[in-house]
């Protein structure tokens, strides 16, 4: 089991260069992946097959009699083996692939390949704002985080109350967002959990795409706004305000001060301006969700290609969603610049397997409905694809939830698979736009860092083009090499930064995004 994501991405790019019905990805797979909805009986002459099944787009075909115990190939890659005897012309999915664990040779930096980096003065650009420190933003928000579940409705109403009307006079202030969440108290501390909530909140109120931030508390939660300051290095000022609704007199008297604090803090924001700065500034969110069986074919390895380009102008591409390696961690193992960086990523797999241990999760083998709908049929499937999103430049470092991302280049950071905690973790690590592939269609969106969304397929894209921005089923078309997608996403990510709406930001989407991962004992 050999395969690399470099090969992968070739072979990607070679198998979608024809419009045959059937994909062979990687001439040492078993499988074959169907372009379009296939029929029982149909003969496919040059690959001398007749379908024994009805197969649907993006699902899976026996190139050949595949033995009982046998590994299932795709990409070069074992995605699980054989349940029973399948011939050649066999639709072959969940219930005749059986999930078999075995060990995989992490060969720490065996695939570490020198980046070509572009010297400074050809490296691409945007119009970013540039914060008095030197950070770069790609929106300017004013966010009003609440330290605990019982201050969420109070910083909602805060937030209701700035409508587009009241903030006409602040044209350079992308709006007033409230990031409510749903703990905060009834939780142990110390505790890694507290310890992350803590960050991930703090993650936000440092985060350059917020030119001001309001903190709002109850006053007899775990989490005192006053500890959350002094253990987070925060410090109060013209655009960092606390409030603890049990000292200021309670909700109508707490949503008032509140209101009366973010007016303070408009001015300020406002005074920023939009200048040319390096592509070095972005820090790109990888997430995937919905996937189908095109997304490791087009979309993710597209949004691969894309990272490549980015890391060659300076910047930082950030993969997470643990469990979604799972099966396939070595790809990134091979790619770390040290011993010590690919155990960091064995260490928070192994703790994933503790943690998961004895439930019905996806990390020991079942993905969702859509994913199965879609074509995957158990987890090595889709981390196969998943990790494509990454590209092919090496694994600088990996880090927690929420961790302040450090590093320049192609990094990791440990979250669930579920999108909005992913996307939240990676925002309070520094992400300053997130790509979000999908195959299903997901109508998700984020704040204030902005989400673009790449349909897998291009018949969910015309179907969802309202909260679809980039169709990378022009790659399983045959339209597009992965190359060329590649470069249209950089573009098109240069261009978001620069302050082009995305889809979720015209549809309004993205206040009810902020998830901060429970991971801890809730008591």
Known sequence: MNAHSAEAAAAASTATATASPLLRLHPGDNVLIARQALTLGQVLPEFGLRLKAQVPAGHKIAARRIAAGEPIRKYNAVIGMAARDIEAGDYVHAHNIALVDFHRDPAFGADVKPVDYLPEAERATFQGIVRAD??????????????????????????????????KAYPNVDGVVAFAQTTGCGMSSPSPHFDLLRRTIAGYVRHPNLGGALIVGLGCERNQVAGLMESQHLVAGET?????MQDTGGTRATIEAGIRAVEAMLPIANRV????????????????????????????????????????????AILSETPEIHGVEYLLTRRAISPEVGQKLLD?????????????????????????????????????????????TPLRQVYEYAEPIDEHGFVFMDSPGYDPVAVTGQIASGANLICFTTGRGSMFGSKPAPTIKLASNTPMFTRLEEDMD??????????????????????????TASGEPTKSERLGLGDHEFVPWHLGIVS
């Open 273 to 316: 301006s939009r200048q040319p700065v390096s592509a070095a500034h972005l820090k790109i969110g990888l997430e995937c969700g919905g996937s189908d069986g095109f997304s490791g074919i087009g979309a993710n390895p597209a949004l691969g290609a894309a990272m490549d380009l980015l890391v060659r102008h300076g910047g930082t």
């Open 348 to 392: 928070r797999l192994a703790w994933w397997e503790a943690y998961t241990r004895g439930h019905n999760g996806q990390f020991n083998g079942v993905v969702g409905p859509g994913n199965q709908a879609g074509g995957l049929a158990n987890i090595f499937e889709k981390s196969l694809g998943s990790a494509m999103k990454g590209g092919t």
């Open 134 to 167: 030197g950070r770069v933003a790609t929106r300017n928000f004013i966010g009003i985080l609440a330290s605990v579940n019982c201050s969420s409705t109070a910083i909602n109403r805060i937030a209701e109350h700035f409508t587009p009307e009241r903030l």
């Open 240 to 244: 960092l305000r606390t409030l603890v």
């Open 470 to 495: 980039i169709n990378c089923g022009q790659v399983i078309d045959g339209t597009l090499s992965i190359e060329e997608m590649g470069r249209q996403i950089f573009e098109h990510l240069l261009r």
